[in-house]
C-alpha cells in the first residue's frame, strides 16, 4: 500500500514562528503536493513538486515555501507563522505522467497558531 | 478554468435509505474525474475515478458514480447507506498531473441510525 506519512497530526505554534511540515512517501512518486483544507472551502493546493527540486506555485503560495531535497521527503514552511494561516494541511502524492491516476493523501497535519 | 461545484453542502440520510451526492464540472476537454471520500480526522481516500468508457463507474464500499456530459455531471450514489458512510465527499477534476486537481469544496454526509 502506498503510504504518505505526515510528521505531525495536531501542531501548535506561536505567531511569528517558523513551522516546518514534513511529509515523507514511500512509493517513489514523482509528485508530490501540499493542499491546505478549510471548512467551506475544499481543498486548496498551495505548492506542488514534480521532481527533486523543482516546485510550481499552486493556487494559494503566498506565505508559504517548500523543499524538496529527496525524492520521498516534501516540506512545507510557513516563514512567520500568522493566526489566518491556522488551517488542516493535507500533503498528497502521486505518480507523473498519467492522468488518470489517483492522489494518495496523508492524514493531514492540524496546525493552531496562536 | 476547470472548476468544480458540489451544491449540497450538507446531507442527512436515515441509516438503508439510499443516496446520491452531486458534482457538475467545468472543463474544456474530456475530464478526468474523482470521488473522495475523508473521514474524520482523516486524509482522504478514493471511492471510484473516470476517465473514459463505461458512464457509470464502480468504485469501493458500494459506491458508484454516472458521468453525463450533457449535464457535465458525475453524481456519487448509494443504493443502502451504512452508518459507517457519515464523512465528507469530494469531487475533483483532474487536469494533466494528477493529484493537481480542481476540488469541491465538500458534502458532509450524516447518516441517522
Known amino acids: 500500500d502506498v503510504k504518505v506519512t505526515q510528521s505531525s497530526r495536531y501542531l501548535v505554534k506561536r505567531t511569528g514562528e517558523k513551522v516546518f511540515l514534513e511529509c515523507v512517501q514511500d512509493m517513489d512518486h514523482e509528485n508530490m503536493f501540499w493542499y491546505r483544507q478549510d471548512p467551506g472551502l475544499g481543498l486548496r493546493l498551495i505548492y506542488f513538486?514534480?521532481?527533486?527540486?523543482?516546485?510550481e506555485k499552486g493556487d494559494i503560495p503566498e506565505g508559504y515555501s517548500v523543499s524538496r531535497e529527496k525524492k520521498e521527503r516534501f516540506s512545507l514552511i510557513l516563514e512567520s507563522a500568522s493566526t489566518n494561516q491556522t488551517s488542516m494541511y493535507l500533503c498528497?502524492?502521486?505518480?507523473?505522467?498519467?492522468?488518470?491516476?489517483?492522489?494518495?493523501f496523508g492524514q493531514g497535519t492540524r496546525l493552531t497558531v496562536v | 478554468a476547470q472548476s468544480v461545484t458540489q451544491p449540497d453542502i450538507h446531507i442527512t440520510v436515515s441509516e438503508g435509505a439510499s443516496l446520491e451526492l452531486r458534482c457538475n464540472y467545468s472543463?474544456?476537454?474530456?475530464?478526468?474525474l474523482f470521488w473522495y471520500v475523508q473521514s474524520p480526522g482523516q486524509g482522504l481516500q478514493l471511492l471510484l475515478k473516470?476517465?473514459?468508457?463505461?458512464?457509470l463507474v464502480q468504485g469501493i464500499k458500494g459506491f458508484e458514480a454516472e458521468f453525463k456530459r450533457s449535464q457535465s455531471s458525475f453524481n456519487l450514489r448509494k443504493p443502502s447507506v451504512h452508518w459507517s458512510d457519515a464523512a465528507e465527499y469530494f469531487c475533483a477534476v483532474g487536469s494533466n498531473n494528477a493529484g493537481k486537481s480542481t476540488f469541491g469544496d465538500g458534502t458532509t454526509l450524516t447518516v441517522k441510525p
Open positions: 498528497a502524492s502521486s505518480l507523473a505522467g498519467a492522468r488518470d491516476t489517483e492522489a494518495f
Open positions: 473516470y476517465f473514459s468508457g463505461d458512464t
Open positions: 472543463y474544456g476537454a474530456t475530464p478526468y
Open positions: 513538486s514534480y521532481d527533486v527540486k523543482m516546485k
